[in-house]
């Protein structure tokens, strides 16, 4: 069976790369208010209809429809590499061996 969710997904503007994904536009009644506050404010970037024979970019889209039904409500965040990035770190790599 195929099922199909509507999603609205805002940007946060205090996390650098995170996007908050609810039902309903402007409704972020189940979503907790220290998120809210993390996120700062939030801008419209899209509505999507969801269904797991569609692909996102950054996210497992069948986890994505599973915590908008539980939770209300879904966080996407940089991945690992960015968050170094935003750090100002370096992933760790052997060093360059002296002759």
Known sequence: MILNIKTVIYK???KYDSYLYVEHEDD?????EVLMSALGKLELVMTLELSSEKKLARAD??????????EGFYLQM???SDKLALAGAKPVSNPIPKL
């Open 12 to 14: 946060g503007h205090k």
């Open 28 to 32: 972020f009644s189940r979503v907790p």
């Open 61 to 70: 889209v069948n986890q994505v429809i599973s915590a908008l039904q539980e």
């Open 78 to 80: 940089p991945n690992e």
